[in-house]
């Protein structure tokens, strides 16, 4: 039998999160690029060049996502048959730590 009266307090980041930290990178320069990507002329060699730029700029700010990870967490976490009782503090501490 399994509940949904209680989450466990585990960190969990979704896709969506994890992109959005990724894609926020230096919000001046995004910007300045988004309007530079904008006035160019659509499906130009121009554009494509500062698309990879401002990607690369991205990747300079942090790390990409690695979503194969977190759809596994997340899978992780979405299990409701844990046996929760059965574990000791320190066995759920380190659990939390690897999702």
Same mark, same amino acid.
């Given at each position: 039998?399994?509940? @949904?009266t %209680?989450? +466990?307090p585990f ?7 994890a ?10 320069k995004?910007q ?17 060049? @500062?698309? %990879?730029? +401002? ?6 700010c ?6 194969n990870?977190i759809?596994a967490s ?6 409701r048959?844990w046996?929760?009782?059965l ?12 999702l």
């Amino acid at each position: 039998m399994a509940t @949904a009266t %209680l989450k +466990m307090p585990f960190e969990i980041v979704n896709i969506e999160s994890a992109r959005q930290h990724y894609f926020s990178g230096d919000a001046k320069k995004k910007q300045s690029f988004l309007r530079t990507i904008n006035s160019l002329p659509h499906g130009s060699a121009s554009k494509r060049v @500062a698309y %990879l730029e +401002m990607h690369r700029m991205f990747a300079a700010c942090g790390n990409k996502p690695n979503y194969n990870a977190i759809r596994a967490s997340q899978k992780i976490a979405r299990k409701r048959d844990w046996a929760f009782p059965l574990y000791d503090e320190a066995e759920l501490k380190q659990l939390t730590k690897a999702l």
